[in-house]
Nanobody, 114 residues
Framework: VQLQASGGGLVQPGGSLRLSCKASGTIFRTNLMGWYRQAPGMQRELVARIDSDRQTTYTDSVKGRFTISRDNVKRTVSLQMNSLMPEDTAVYYC?????????WGRGTQVTVSS
């Protein structure tokens, strides 16, 4: 399974970004897909995930601001991030769990700063 993430960048507080992750080499539609993030000096944490039935889970700090979605035809998972705050600054990683195995994409940097 290969995961290619894109969409990071620099944005001002209150702004929006959309991350996208393209998966290949996988059935995809049965996978649990997620986004994690890691800030400097911090542990990697789950941001949001979506299962094959499109049930979603969010960490408390992003509820109401971030939305995860998936397109099983295009084999993509996206993270729409609104009302961004400086504490959202981190490297964001796409994650897939397929048949009990975990896969990671390369991270994409999100920086929220004025």
């Amino acid at each position: 399974v290969q995961l290619q993430a894109s969409g990071g960048g620099l944005v001002q507080p209150g702004g929006s970004l959309r991350l996208s992750c393209k998966a290949s080499g996988t059935i995809f539609r049965t996978n649990l897909m997620g986004w994690y993030r890691q800030a400097p000096g911090m542990q990697r944490e789950l941001v949001a995930r979506i299962d094959s039935d499109r049930q979603t889970t969010y960490t408390d700090s992003v509820k109401g601001r971030f939305t995860i979605s998936r397109d099983n035809v295009k084999r993509t998972v996206s993270l729409q991030m609104n009302s961004l705050m400086p504490e959202d600054t981190a490297v964001y990683y796409c994650n897939a769990i397929e048949r009990g195995r975990q896969f990671w994409g390369r991270g994409t940097q999100v920086t929220v700063s004025s």
